[in-house]
């Protein structure tokens, strides 16, 4: 904001001005008085001051990136900020603009470049002061707070000082101007307010001085709308584990806070201040700070300091409940939005987040339970909020000054909301016209302006002026300035959306528009200045370039003034200045120039009428680089979603000297949540692919709130031939799968009315036909990508008509409604219409209308992401397959749109753990033990993969995997062996390069049945086991590898055959009475030496008689001893027979035994 104007009458200084000349002529065509419908006779100038017809809006330049504020010099010139961080300056008399400085900020939802405002004492002093949110507040070079959203409730886990990685500032800075650029080395940091970020919204922030020199700081209380539960009411969501972001009592409710507050101070010459006298809370008040004159407000976005009426004035945005919705919800009122004023000497509470407008109340919700507590009262307001670091007892509120809803009867001035074109509201505060009858330029506003308050009203596009009995803070008469039709009517450009207004020091008004649009460099945006002529107006001065930009020179540009205009119609003259070096080249509605030479050329023109008023506009043609087209090739523009989920998106670019292939960081978007004819930006990001993530709790707004989703997609190329980087953008809609009738683009033929029983409140009735002309309702721009069909709410017996592109068009679908009382929900199914265009719906049977809810996913992400996975190293190189280093386990996941987590489990998805994307979703393991991982991944809708499983063996002591091939042989010594010989077997093992190491592992079949270790020249002998069993074997000698050498194996076969036993027995004793029984000794003995097992059977014979039989069972050294029977006098044989084994053979031996008495 500019206040040179008002130090420099209070001291007397001259401020140099540029005289403007009018014309005799009057404008045609134009409305040539206001009619307010108030007798405005008896006011001095009134006449000439409310004709229109003596106004004009002069375009001074429609470059002013995503426009913020402005700040008007004393030599007429224009500081203007962007959001981010560009500070340009316009100057009218040479109809040029440039970017002086870009300041490095944080730029996410509404953060970035603020306010600007020049100091009281700017010709002497030369300070401009800036308000913007810096990236890296203390200069370490470290980001001061975390790119993207922060979340809604703690993580799992957290505690709340998870929370703190958030906090950031917006400071106010000022810095030294040079003439042509802002010193940004000379930066003081005066004050910085701490705010928490990561979420939208309302960061005000405004600058104006007092009469004094005291600066006037507004700030927003920095909660977001759409906090969760607020439903359109004050958002005072403490609840436990939420964002503390969500309680707006923490910041505007709370006495020792920065935020929701207008500051008072006094910055001293070192850049420090002073608290001035007066303020809210004395210096040294427990729990306050002294800074504060107002606290109490929302979002004070434009505030006025006037020493001449000694008043501060604001504009304030309200909540968003709709009158139905308040009507039944028992929380509070409707959304409100403020206009209000207060002397300089009366500091005050202005009641948010408790009350607003007339003081009415909210109830104090509980955001836990969702259950209503009691109604705020406006003088015993009480901060009960866990996050309130002030005074529990708070100042009385301060009923509004000017308060306005949606539609008439909303408010007790009905102006307000009647004034304008557009919906929603959107208060800009404004400045105090003064009148200097020794200004000597012509064109500053009459005296009857003298005194009265400007207000923007950027959601309807109109400046409305304010007749003001400042001492009584009352406003006694509202007027509709210069509004639109007039505008149109003349030829001039219209008010749309007034960002600033200020009072230059030639008397002139100088106006920021935004344009229709969001979050970019709208077509429709501009600065402008409204003087006062009478009579000849100055020509618009419009031209294009063809091309506009080349890649390469030598280039013919073909320029073109053929759609400048003069109000009155008369003949143009045109000179061209085709360099910027101040000389007009040519002449003519038309010219053509070839530039030989690479470079930034700033082409103007000047447009002369035949009054002798000119206007001058300019445009800068590059030579050397060509800025981007930008194509988003999904999802189509219009397409429907809801809230909550993700919207995947795929950005592809062309550039005439970078290539067509995108360079994804260079690709930055912004989301937005769209509500009326503003929005708010909520999430900035990068990539040329990935999902813009709706927040489920944007419905929070407000039942039936005029909700979408807008963004806007801009892509940064390397820049060419030593000229800077150029720009290129795309903007995307996206639309709740439910459309309210009264929310339509263009309702033609019907009436919005208030319904309790329709979604949102109210519908639309009437829809028929007019003298046989269609009613309809228009919505621009749809997309039926992954829509399926509609479900049409509506009420009276007949049919809705769906049609594509015109109101006349064949419908591609309809819906028969039938007759009885109350909603009916009609689905019909149909096979959609393709790409970007218009939906029209009509009827011809005077139906009423809730909404049309489209059936099927629309652009919303419902595809899970895949997932695989990659160990590195790759394989194990430890013997045994096990990963004998470090292991470093990655889940590679693909999507449509982008992730929200990827995770692994290690206990069979008991827990799972995050896997950061910073660090490739990988995870090292180096503990010995065996690993059964599991993998998923989910992305930003919800989707989560199939899961995925690995299994791996680590253990760091293991020694590598061989890679040398290595051959064994396996030589015996014969290929037969008797049972119990220990048959050697020569294994020797050799390899390319060296000599194998290690042991040898001899087996048949399964069975290991010998192992030995190589000497220093591969070999080794392994005896095989004695009791190797009777057969052919094949033997298998398998050498194990050592850290060299890989494994290999021989094979030999061996017959093994029985074994000769030899059986011995002795008798005693010998002889032996009849009465005594003799004893049989048998030891049985293998050729081999191996012991024989089994059984012996020993025979006593007499002659050829068997007498007895006796068996026995050798023990472990082929020995037994057996008792023979008594026997009778005689001589006997005694046969002792060695059963045989599997190994060892048969054998007998015969001793014999007298019996004697």
């Given at each position: 904001m500019n206040s040179t104007r008002r130090r420099s009458r209070r001291r007397g200084l001259l401020v140099p001005v540029v005289a403007l000349t009018a014309g005799a002529l009057m404008i045609t065509g134009t409305p040539a008085f206001a009619h307010d419908g108030v007798d405005h006779g008896s006011e001095g100038g009134a006449t000439e001051a409310l004709d229109w017809g003596n106004y004009e809006k002069i375009l001074l330049t429609k470059n002013v990136g995503e426009p913020i504020d402005l700040a008007v010099l004393p030599d007429s010139t224009v500081l203007h900020t962007a959001r981010n961080g560009d500070i340009r300056l316009t100057d009218p008399s040479t109809g040029t603009t440039t970017v002086t400085n870009t300041l490095p900020v944080y730029a996410n939802s509404e953060d970035g470049l603020q306010t600007v405002a020049i100091d009281p004492d700017f010709e002497e002093n030369g300070w401009v002061y800036l308000v913007y949110a810096p990236r890296d507040a203390n200069g370490d070079g470290v980001a001061d707070t975390p790119t993207g959203s922060a979340p809604n409730s703690l993580p799992a886990g957290a505690d709340e000082s998870y929370w703190n990685q958030w906090v950031g500032v917006n400071r106010l800075a000022r810095f030294q101007w040079t003439g042509d650029a802002i010193d940004l080395a000379s930066e003081q940091v005066i004050l910085d307010v701490p705010v928490q970020r990561g979420q939208c919204c309302h960061v005000g922030a405004d600058i104006d001085f007092d009469g004094d020199g005291n600066l006037y700081l507004s700030t927003g209380d920095n909660t977001p709308a759409s906090a969760p539960g607020a439903n359109g009411f004050a958002p005072n969501n403490d609840a436990p584990g939420m964002n503390p972001g969500f309680d707006s009592r923490r910041g505007a409710g709370n006495t020792n806070d920065l935020r929701g507050k207008i500051l008072r101070i006094h910055v001293e010459e070192n850049g420090t201040y002073t608290i001035p006298e007066g303020n809210l809370f004395a210096p040294g008040t427990e729990k306050t700070r002294p800074e504060i004159f107002v606290m109490g407000v929302r979002n004070p976005f434009r505030i006025e300091v006037d020493p001449e009426t000694n008043s501060l004035s604001w504009g304030d945005y309200g909540p968003d409940a709709t009158k139905a919705v308040a009507s039944t919800a028992g929380r509070g009122p409707m959304g409100l939005v403020e206009w209000n004023t207060t002397s300089l000497d009366d500091p005050h509470n202005s009641g948010w987040p408790y009350v607003t407008g007339d003081n009415f109340a909210y109830n104090d919700w509980n955001f836990a339970t969702s259950t209503p507590g009691a109604f705020f009262d406006p003088a015993n307001l009480v901060n009960e909020s866990r996050w309130n670091t002030g005074l529990t007892e708070l100042p009385d509120a301060r009923p509004a000054t000017l308060y306005y809803g949606d539609n008439p009867g909303d408010q007790p001035r009905d102006e307000l909301v009647n004034f304008g074109t557009g919906s929603g509201q959107g208060p800009m505060g404004g400045p105090v016209y003064h009148y200097d009858a020794d200004n000597p330029s012509t064109a500053k506003f009459p005296e009857y302006w003298d005194g009265k308050a400007f207000m923007g009203e950027f959601s309807q596009d109109y400046?409305?002026?304010?007749?003001?009995?400042?001492?009584?803070?009352?406003?006694?008469?509202?007027?509709?300035?210069?509004?639109?039709?007039?505008?149109?009517?003349?030829?001039?450009?219209?008010?749309?959306?007034?960002?600033?207004?200020?009072?230059?020091?030639?008397?002139?008004?100088?106006?920021?528009?935004?344009?229709?649009?969001?979050?970019?460099?709208?077509?429709?945006?501009?600065?402008?200045?409204?003087?006062?002529?009478e009579g000849n107006k100055a020509p618009q001065a419009r031209f294009t370039a063809t091309p506009g930009s080349s890649s390469a020179a030598p280039v013919t540009v073909a320029l073109d003034a053929s759609s400048s205009t003069d109000p009155e119609g008369a003949a143009l003259t045109y000179a061209w200045d085709i360099d910027g070096n101040g000389t007009f080249e040519y002449e003519g509605a038309t010219a053509t120039h070839t530039y030989t030479e690479l470079g930034a050329y700033t082409v103007r023109l000047r447009v002369t009428d035949a009054g002798g008023k000119y206007s001058l506009t300019s445009k800068v043609v590059s030579v050397g680089n060509q800025a981007p087209a930008v194509t988003v090739q999904y999802p189509e523009n219009g397409g429907f979603f809801d809230w909550g989920q993700a919207v995947p998106y795929k950005v592809t670019t062309t550039d005439a000297e970078d290539g067509n292939e995108v360079v994804s960081n260079r690709v930055a978007w912004t989301y937005g949540l769209g509500h009326d004819e503003h929005a708010h930006p909520e999430v900035t990001g990068t990539g040329a692919t990935g999902a813009w993530k709706t927040d489920p709790n944007s419905p929070e707004h407000g039942a039936g709130a005029n909700l979408y989703g807008a963004v806007v997609v801009t892509y940064t190329d390397a820049g060419a031939n030593g000229l800077p980087a150029a720009s290129g953008e795309a903007t995307v809609r996206l639309n709740p799968r439910t459309q309210e009738a009264e929310y339509a683009t263009q309702r033609k033929g019907v009436v919005v009315y208030e319904d309790e029983t329709a979604s949102g409140g109210t519908a639309i009735r009437g829809l028929?036909?007019?003298?046989?002309?269609?009613?309809?309702?228009?919505?621009?721009?749809?997309?039926?990508?992954?829509?399926?069909?509609?479900?049409?709410?509506?009420?009276?017996?007949?049919?809705?008509?769906?049609?594509?592109?015109?109101?006349?068009?064949?419908?591609?679908?309809?819906?028969?409604?039938?007759?009885?009382?109350?909603?009916?929900?009609?689905?019909?199914?149909?096979?959609?219409?393709?790409?970007?265009?218009?939906?029209?719906?009509?009827?011809?049977?005077?139906?009423?209308?809730?909404?049309?809810?489209?059936?099927?996913?629309?652009?919303?992400?419902?595809?899970?992401?895949?997932?695989?996975?990659?160990?590195?190293?790759a394989t194990p190189k430890g013997v045994g397959g096990v990963f004998n280093e470090p292991v470093r386990f990655a889940v590679q996941p693909a999507d449509n749109g982008a992730l929200a987590s990827v995770q692994y489990s290690a206990n069979g998805g008991q827990t799972w753990t995050a896997l950061a994307a910073n660090q490739q979703y990988g995870v090292t393991f180096q503990t010995k033990g065996t690993y059964n991982l599991q993998y998923r991944a989910t992305d930003t809708g919800g989707n989560v993969s199939t899961i995925g499983s690995v299994s791996f063996k680590v253990d760091l002591d293991a020694p590598n995997e061989p890679t040398v091939d290595s051959r064994t042989l396996v030589t015996l010594g014969s290929p037969r062996a008797s049972y119990g010989d220990e048959t050697p077997v020569s294994v020797q093992v050799t390899g390319e390069g060296g000599v194998p190491s290690g042991e040898v592992a001899l087996t048949i079949g399964d069975d290991e049945v010998g192992r030995g270790t190589l000497d220093a020249e591969g070999r080794v002998t392994i005896a095989l086991p004695a009791d190797l069993a009777v057969g052919t074997h094949t033997l298998r000698a398998s050498y194990l590898a050592d850290e060299v050498f890989k494994t290999s194996a021989g094979t030999a076969r061996l017959t093994v055959s029985q074994t000769k036993s030899v059986t011995d027995v002795s008798v005693s004793p010998d002889p032996v009475k009849p009465a005594v029984a003799a004893k049989a000794t048998i030891q049985v003995e293998s050729t081999t030496g191996i012991v024989p097992v089994g059984g012996v059977t020993v025979t006593v014979r007499k002659g050829t008689a068997t007498v007895a039989t006796v068996t026995g069972t050798l023990d472990a050294s082929g020995h037994v001893v057996v008792t023979l029977p008594k026997l009778a006098v005689g001589t006997y044989q005694v046969q002792a027979a060695y059963d045989g084994s599997s190994g060892v053979a048969k054998s007998t031996d015969t001793a014999t035994l007298t019996v004697r008495q």
């Open positions: 400046i409305a002026a304010f007749t003001v009995d400042w001492d009584a803070d009352e406003v006694t008469h509202i007027q509709d300035f210069l509004p639109n039709t007039a505008l149109t009517a003349a030829a001039q450009p219209i008010h749309d959306n007034p960002m600033d207004i200020e009072f230059g020091p030639d008397g002139s008004m100088y106006v920021l528009d935004y344009g229709d649009g969001f979050f970019r460099a709208n077509p429709d945006a501009g600065l402008y200045r409204i003087d006062y002529a028929g036909t007019d003298g046989g002309v269609a009613d309809f309702l228009r919505y621009d721009p749809v997309s039926f990508s992954g829509i399926t069909g509609a479900v049409v709410r509506a009420n009276g017996a007949g049919k809705v008509d769906l049609r594509w592109g015109s109101a006349t068009a064949a419908p591609f679908a309809s819906a028969t409604i039938p007759g009885g009382a109350g909603w009916k929900d009609v689905t019909v199914n149909f096979t959609a219409p393709t790409g970007s265009g218009q939906l029209f719906v009509t009827s011809a049977n005077e139906l009423a209308l809730d909404s049309i809810k489209m059936v099927g996913p629309g652009v919303a992400d419902v595809k899970a992401p895949t997932v695989a996975h990659t160990l590195t190293p």
